[in-house]
Each structure stands twice: as structure tokens, then as C-alpha cells.
Nanobody, 121 residues
Framework: QVQLVESGGGLVEPGGSLRLSCTAS????????MGWFRQAPGKEFELVAV???????TWADSLEDRFPISRDNAKNAVYLQMNSLTPEDTAVYYC???????????????WGRGTQVTVSS
């Protein structure tokens, strides 16, 4: 199947930056959308940013300027650069990819296990 592995989370002071990475492995024939979601303590699961195979991007409100998203199709990877972090950005960040595996026609969503981002002084 498909496995997603995230990295880059951790503890950072307010105003700092982190770069999240997510790489997919497995019997992948094609990946369409790649994205990041997050869940903060006591809050709903929410979209952070998505990038399509054509490079079109979508962000949650107010995150576009601080959280650029990019992808490397050759590496089956997606990246989230997080800048000017605030305590409100503290959450578990999950990678998501919509992929098709060899031998199948349909695309399915796949998820990473999540990486903790904590913004605190």
C-alpha cells in the first residue's frame, strides 16, 4: 500500500520557524493532491494547506502568508514551511496524500501518523 512518514516537528519559540516534510512510499503510480491538516488540543481537525498535482494551492484562512506549501513529485514529498509561529499553531500536523497504487484505477486518501508542533517560550 502507501506509507506516509512526516518529519520536522518539534518545540519552537514564538516567532520561530519549522519546516515539515512528508514522504510517501509504496506501490504508488500517481499522487494527485498533497496536503497538511492539523488538530490542536480541544479544537476540531482542520485543513492547513493543499497543493494539487498542477501546483494549485489552497490554504486555511490567514495561513497563506505564513505557511507556504510545496511538493517534489520526483520524491513523492510535500513540504510545509511554517513561519512566524504563534502558540495558536500548536497542534499535531498530519500529512495527507491522495494516491493511486499500481494495478488500481481509483485514488484513495492516505494519512501520516502526525508530527507534534509546539510553540512555546
Amino acid at each position: 500500500q502507501v506509507q506516509l512518514v512526516e518529519s520536522g516537528g518539534g518545540l519552537v519559540e514564538p516567532g520561530g520557524s519549522l519546516r515539515l516534510s512528508c514522504t510517501a512510499s509504496g506501490s504508488i503510480s500517481r499522487i494527485s493532491d498533497m496536503g497538511w491538516f492539523r488538530q490542536a488540543p480541544g479544537k476540531e481537525f482542520e485543513l492547513v494547506a493543499v497543493i494539487t498535482s498542477d501546483g494549485e494551492t489552497t490554504w486555511a484562512d490567514s495561513l497563506e502568508d505564513r505557511f507556504p506549501i510545496s511538493r517534489d513529485n520526483a520524491k513523492n514529498a510535500v513540504y510545509l514551511q511554517m513561519n512566524s509561529l504563534t502558540p495558536e499553531d500548536t497542534a499535531v500536523y498530519y500529512c495527507n496524500m491522495v494516491a493511486r497504487i499500481w494495478g488500481r484505477e481509483s485514488f484513495f486518501p492516505y494519512w501520516g501518523r502526525g508530527t507534534q508542533v509546539t510553540v512555546s517560550s
